[in-house]
């Protein structure tokens, strides 16, 4: 049986990467992190969106994240601001959590070598750019080296593969790409507020909002209402 | 002031690589893991050592590598084998935890970047070779391209250094500098096995005698009398 591992957020990307894998992989695992998020929310959908999926295992990891690292995604850090509008991804936003992707991308290695997966999956998508650096194929083409030289795997010359399929998509593209496949976008969740409903404000917000304004297509999950 | 960050099991390699960070830079701070080691004795170590050198802030993280990694090192894995004697190295033992060494890289440059630290220094040697890929140098210059590419830090031209001194050296060579700079040797723990007193035949004691033996220099740590 061939099997990978799916870094599972429960937002869009990383639901909509997991309905890929489906599609490429017999057995899944899905990798979920606590990591102080304020957005802690999201870990429910993720559960929803793996069992939709029947993975085999769904691993949820508490890791002490915002005991280090300095974010105002993670809960001790400062407000959440707003939209940046026109401006966002020119510059890093106070959302990035240093070293994230590579922690998170280094704890599924580990998971995949240690199940014998021979790929592990990750939501990043370079196109309607957050400004994160470790969203960029450039990182991603570093990790897959360095994931190479620091493994059984690699070192026996069949090194667990590093797939980011969305790295080239609009989130107009991947909304497309989720109704297709029939992601159950109505469980996904984006919002960085992690509050009641999603505030349709925070960058997350309005590049989910985007893209489905972009695809045509109606977004399931509710908004705070504005004011009139 | 210069800062860095070391990381430190509370080992012999590890504590003399804190040793030569505290003569490069002027603040310090040491990052260490609960793994779900066996031996995790070697914290009670690393406090010692942190300490001895006044070290700005020690964090200490429970990560929860031992739930998704496969190894005899881990609490949850099968029996830590005996020395593998002329053989070390050729292999790679069942102590290899898969990632460990690119996870707790990435969350000290997490750390390094949220407070600006420039440098993160690991105590890994290529010599008296333990047989773990991820102690290679060729891992190492591949995670600092890795690191250059997914940071902050790196986009911006000054990437955060990663520092591997001992990386050529041998165990004797390792016990000679510690004694040359003063590193409080009888504070570190090297056994895997963390009971009370150094087993003297895994693996990770057998290197360090050989190390202590080739300086002519005395181990001050106890060990397991042997029948005679």
């Not at 057995?27 to 993720?46: P, R």
């Not at 510059?91 to 994230?100: D, E, K, L």
Request: net charge negative.
């Amino acid at each position: 049986m061939s099997r990978a591992v799916v870094l599972l957020s429960g937002g869009l990307d990383s639901s909509t990467t997991l309905g890929i894998a489906a599609k490429e992989y017999e057995e899944l695992c899905a990798l979920t992190f606590i990591y102080g998020q304020k957005h802690e929310k999201e870990i429910e959908s993720a559960k929803k969106i793996a069992s939709h999926y029947c993975v085999e295992e769904h691993k949820i990891l508490n890791i002490p994240l915002s005991k280090i690292g300095r974010s105002s995604l993670l809960k001790n850090g400062e407000k959440i601001p707003e939209h940046q509008g026109e401006n966002i991804g020119e510059s890093i936003p106070s959302t990035y959590v240093p070293a994230r992707n590579m922690i998170m991308l280094s704890y599924a290695l580990c998971y995949a070598e240690s199940i014998g997966a021979d790929a592990v999956y990750i939501g990043a998508t370079a196109r309607d750019y957050s400004g994160y650096p470790d969203c960029r194929p450039e990182f991603f083409h570093a990790f897959e080296e360095m994931a190479e030289e620091g493994t059984e795997r690699g070192l026996e010359g069949s090194p667990v593969k590093i797939k980011y399929p969305l790295i080239h998509m609009t989130k107009g593209d991947i909304v497309k790409k989720a109704h297709e496949i029939g992601v159950p976008l109505r469980w996904t969740w984006s919002c960085y507020k992690g509050e009641k409903k999603a505030c349709g404000e925070c960058d997350s917000c309005k590049l989910r909002l985007k893209g489905f304004e972009e695809a045509g297509i109606e977004d399931p999950i509710d908004y705070v209402e504005k004011d009139p």
